[in-house]
């Protein structure tokens, strides 16, 4: 029986998803990690393909009293992507529980979006291929709001990178992008953090911190 597979941290796993990127024929390629726990998952792979790393700010929009599942999602640039079968699912799910919690979390992407490119514009998605990268897919609602996101820069193509994803995000991912970059799909998938050994809190501050030495460090080159 296949064992799934186990990473150490978010570094290691953007280290070994990396090893895997460098076989794709990448043409000016832009990494964008998913805050906050795709950040550092993306800057190792940025590192080793030595591209420039960027971010694109998703929201998940939980399920009251079940905020970990995710009925939907919003990215910069007014994105919403909306699972239906989930709404389906869940009878508290109706327009009058739905908006507020939008509404909480576009508070929250503008915010975090000021605060972690600090008044520094978007680069040019034009003629680059995208790597969207984050720690891993449940549902796959925040990676589908964050590809339509990228796809209204007009970029060459789209590809999704994570170590680690449920079949099912997979493939309702694979319609949205030209390609996805998945180390393991196990079988029975539980939540993310399941497939880490070291699974803490990804803060601000580290978001911060990694975006400013991978510009720095882009910048001297």
Known sequence: MKSNRIFEDRRHAGRELAAAIKRCALRNPLILGLPRGGVPVAYEVAKAVDADLDVLVVRKLGVPHQPEL?????????????????????????????EPIVARETS????????????????????????????????????????????????????????????????????????VICLDTPRYFAAVGNYYRRFDQTTDEDVRTLLNEAWNARSAA
């Open 70 to 98: 995710a009925f939907g999602a919003i990215a910069s640039g007014g994105v919403r992507v909306i699972n239906e079968d989930t709404i389906r699912l869940v009878a508290e799910l109706d327009e009058s529980a739905i």
């Open 108 to 179: 929250e992407l503008k915010r975090r979006e000021a605060l972690f490119r600090d008044g520094r514009a978007y680069p040019d998605f034009q003629d680059r291929d995208v790597v969207l990268v984050d720690d891993g897919m449940a549902t796959g609602a925040t990676m589908r709001a964050a590809a339509q996101a990228a796809r209204r820069r007009n970029p060459n193509r789209i590809l999704v990178a994570v170590p680690t994803a449920s079949a099912e995000a997979v493939s309702r991912i694979s319609g949205d992008v030209d390609d």
